[in-house]
């Protein structure tokens, strides 16, 4: 998350077996009569935006065996599916080719959707209180976990303590995800049971915060947050099936008809390959392979994998934290934290290592990199590698690509890179972005259209749960670089902002082309994959602060309605 999840409480509450994981995943939507296979469907809207340029609006589209069957007029369509069809109306929607969040964790937002959710908390008491009113879910064991919390949201502004939470919890071990899953903030019961002291070293590519004493003051950075792990106790098979179940439901509701899953563990992908194998996978995924973890082994002896809706053709390593919690690796010290340059999670030659064996099997290389030195280091790595290996076809991606220099911004886009981004966090880190890196850094950060221009495939996503899945709230942020008050007026950084239609086309094509798949959808036309997703707004031509307010309306999956608004 923004990006790892290595550890965080995605990986702890979702450590996902294959036993006993025959949980229901979401089914067709009822409508108006039940599709027949082999029958053609034909879905009427106001407006079909195709992204075709061949045809590019159309009012109708007829989808057979989970193909699109013909696009155009309602006339056209009728005439070429003959009297048979099966005929969805949709009145006033807007219908867009399927939209894919390009960086999100699934087992992140099963833990986030049953932990206590700590987003927008404004005070310590604030999470002292949700705490107080935790759900049976939000605990692992005696465990009671929770994520979301942002120092920077309180008036302190500084990083909290494990005495902030000892009062109120004396007894009961707490782990609480900071937003960014690059921090976790423990209390003094779960520091103990983690045996986390004065004397425990900080490791490689972490840090234990400590107080004046020396003595740990309940916040682990990054690696660090990995000596909380073999504390905490499994969940039940149930569980973590149940867990994952709510997660795809959801993306399907928020409109979502795939995910790239930004580093995968073993135990989840298993899962999926079963449900994929049994036709009730939900949604398409686009699986990175998790390769920080020793999972990496079995990944690598394993090689891509492609199934129905399941695939795995890509690999993702994270070089450094995040910009929130100071961890992003920075080529000069932080304007607000003299000496210190963020952390390099791997060593550049264990990254170079990895690198290559997973190229060398094949795999596509994603890599987290928020800092401009782990930028840096990224591109002098993949593009050495290509040129030892003459593999230049790779599409590798640079996920979140946040802070740049001019010139790798430039190379990035020479060297046929994916900057795979996240416009949300452009909204979410604007009201302190620019206290971490200054005044002159920050004209290379979260600078969509200096990447465009320099060849960049823009992909957009949202590095759910740290942000909300929702794509409507993407689409906006990209358009606007506003909150949603409409804050700051004309938006951050201004000139970095995306049309409309780029919006639409980095859920979308860029997607599709990001993970090979450019050929069978991201638009809507005779013979590619039926997804798409009808919304009440056009997310192109209607006003930014509709989308606000807009509603999905229906998701569709290789022809399978997975999510219907209406539906009972």
């Not at 027949?36 to 075709?52: C, E, H, N, S």
């Amino acid at each position: 998350m923004r990006g790892r999840l290595g550890w965080t409480l995605g990986a702890l509450l979702l450590l996902v077996g294959t036993a006993g994981c025959s949980k229901r995943v979401p089914e067709a939507a009822a409508s108006e009569q039940p599709a027949v296979p082999g029958v053609p469907t034909v879905y009427v809207a106001k407006r079909i935006r195709t992204l075709d340029a061949a045809r590019p609006e159309a009012q109708a589209l007829a989808v057979r065996d989970g193909k699109v069957l013909a696009v155009g007029t309602r006339e056209e369509v009728l005439a070429a599916v003959g009297p048979t069809a099966r005929v969805v109306e949709l009145g006033d929607a807007t219908v867009v080719p399927g939209l894919t969040d390009s960086h999100g964790h699934l087992a992140g937002l099963a833990s986030a959707l049953v932990g206590v959710r700590l987003e927008g908390t404004a005070t310590r008491d604030e999470v002292r209180d949700r705490l107080s009113k935790a759900p049976p879910t939000a605990y692992q064991g005696e465990w009671l976990l929770g994520q979301g919390w942002d120092q920077n949201h309180w008036p302190e502004k500084a990083f909290p303590t494990h005495a902030d939470l000892d009062a109120a919890f004396p007894r009961t071990p707490v782990a609480l995800g900071r937003v960014d899953g690059h921090a976790l903030w423990l209390n003094s019961e779960a520091l103990r049971r983690a045996r986390i002291d004065r004397n425990t070293k900080d490791p490689r590519g972490g840090r234990i915060l400590r107080g004046p004493d020396g003595e740990p003051t309940g916040v682990l950075v990054d690696n660090a947050m990995d000596l909380a792990a073999s504390a905490l106790p499994a969940p039940t098979d149930a569980q973590r099936a149940a867990r994952l179940t709510a997660a795809l439901e959801h993306c399907a509701r928020v409109g979502l008809t795939g995910v790239h899953d930004a580093g995968m563990d073993l135990r989840t992908f298993r899962l999926l390959q079963d449900w994929d194998k049994a036709g009730t996978l939900p949604l398409r995924i686009y699986a990175m392979a998790d390769g920080q973890t020793a999972d990496r082994e079995q990944y690598l002896k394993d090689g891509p994998f492609q199934g129905k809706l399941l695939t795995m053709r890509a690999v993702k390593l994270t070089l450094d934290g995040a910009l929130g919690s100071r961890g992003a690796a920075l080529h000069a010290a932080y304007s607000d934290e003299p000496g210190h340059q963020g952390l390099l999670l791997l060593s550049p030659e264990e990254y170079a290592a990895r690198v290559h064996a997973f190229v060398a099997r094949g795999f596509q290389v994603a890599t987290h990199a928020i800092g401009d030195r782990a930028n840096t280091l990224v591109l002098d790595t993949l593009l050495h590698e290509m040129e030892a290996t003459g593999k230049k076809d790779g599409r590798h991606r640079v996920e979140h690509a946040q802070i740049m220099t001019e010139q790798d911004i430039a190379r990035l886009g020479a060297n046929g890179f994916v900057a795979s981004v996240q416009p949300t966090h452009a909204t979410s880190d604007m009201p302190w972005a620019q206290t971490r890196v200054g005044p002159e850094r920050i004209h290379g950060a979260y600078a969509w259209q200096k990447l465009k221009a320099a060849g960049a495939v823009l992909t957009l996503g949202s590095d759910f749960p740290v942000e909300r899945p929702d794509v409507l709230a993407g689409l906006y942020a990209a358009r606007t670089r506003q909150d949603a008050s409409g804050q700051p007026p004309g938006g951050w950084q201004p000139d970095q902002r995306l049309s409309g239609m780029e919006a639409l086309e980095g859920f979308t094509v860029g997607a599709a082309y990001a993970s090979f798949a450019e050929d069978r959808r991201g638009r809507l036309k005779q013979g590619q994959d039926a997804d798409f997703v009808a919304l009440s707004v056009d997310p192109v031509d209607a006003p930014p602060a509709d989308l606000l307010t807009a509603q999905v309306r229906m998701t569709v999956v290789a022809g399978r309605e997975v999510f219907r608004a209406d539906a009972k």
